[in-house]
T-cell receptor, first 116, second 112 residues
C-alpha cells in the first residue's frame, strides 16, 4: 500500500519545547516538501528536499529545521524559535521529472500542532 | 511574482445543484495547473491536472477548464453531493521550477 504517512495526527507542545513531526513515503519519490497551512491561507512552503542529504529553505523556514538522511524520510523539527507554531502541517512528495512537468505532489494526512 | 487567485473564497449550495469555482494565475512560463480537493483536517487530493495544450479535463462529476490565453481556470461540479463539502485548491506550476504556487482555496459547503 503506497503512500505518505505523517505522525502524530495531533501534537501538543508547551512553549519553549522543540517537537519533531514525522513524514515517511514509500512512493520512491526523490522530492519531499513541508508546508504549513493556517485558516484562510494557502499552503506555505517551509522546506523542501530533492535529494538525500540536501534540502532548501522555503518561504517561511525561520524557526524550523529538517533532515533528509534517507530517501523515504523527511522529519520536520519545530523549534522554540518559531513564535507562532500552532498550525496544520502537511508533508508532500513528488517525482523529479523535468522541472515543472507532471511532477504531481502527493500529500500526507497532516499533523495538527497546538501550542499550549 | 507568481500568484494564484481563487474565487469565491467560500460558497454554500444545496445538494444536487451545480457550481463553478474560479482560478486566475500569473505564473509564467506556464507548465501545468492542478485542482486539489481537501477535506477538513486531511491532506489535499488531486482531482485534475492540465497542461498548456489541454482546455478541459473531467474526473467524474468534476470538470476543469483552462484558458491559457487569459490565464484562467474553472472547476465545475455537477449534481453536488454532501461529500463535495471541502476546500478546493488551485495549484499552478511553472516550467523550470519544482515549487508550485498554491491558491488560498475555495471553501464549498453543500447543504441537504
Amino acid at each position: 500500500d503506497g503512500g505518505i504517512t505523517q505522525s502524530p495526527k495531533y501534537l501538543f507542545r508547551k512553549e519553549g519545547q522543540n517537537v519533531t513531526l514525522s513524514c515517511e513515503q514509500n512512493l520512491n519519490h526523490d522530492a519531499m516538501y513541508w508546508y504549513r497551512q493556517d485558516p484562510g491561507q494557502g499552503l506555505r512552503l517551509i522546506y523542501y528536499s530533492q535529494i538525500v542529504n540536501d534540502f532548501q529553505k522555503g518561504d517561511i523556514a525561520e524557526g524550523y529545521s529538517v533532515s533528509r538522511e534517507k530517501k523515504e524520510s523527511f522529519p520536520l523539527t519545530v523549534t522554540s524559535a518559531q513564535k507562532n507554531p500552532t498550525a496544520f502541517y502537511l508533508c508532500a512528495s513528488s517525482d523529479l521529472g523535468l522541472a515543472g512537468s507532471y511532477n504531481e505532489q502527493f500529500f500526507g494526512p497532516g499533523t495538527r500542532l497546538t501550542v499550549l | 511574482k507568481n500568484q494564484v487567485e481563487q474565487s469565491p473564497q467560500s460558497l454554500i449550495i444545496l445538494e444536487g445543484k451545480n457550481c463553478t469555482l474560479q482560478c486566475n494565475y500569473t505564473v509564467s512560463p506556464f507548465s501545468n495547473l492542478r485542482w486539489y480537493k481537501q477535506d477538513t483536517g486531511r491532506g489535499p487530493v488531486s482531482l485534475t491536472i492540465m497542461t498548456f495544450s489541454e482546455n478541459t479535463k473531467s474526473n467524474g462529476r468534476y470538470t476543469a477548464t483552462l484558458d491559457a490565453d487569459t490565464k484562467q481556470s474553472s472547476l465545475h461540479i455537477t449534481a453536488s453531493q454532501l461529500s463535495d463539502s471541502a476546500s478546493y485548491i488551485c495549484v499552478v506550476s511553472a516550467r523550470g521550477s519544482y515549487i508550485p504556487t498554491f491558491g488560498r482555496g475555495t471553501s464549498l459547503i453543500v447543504h441537504p
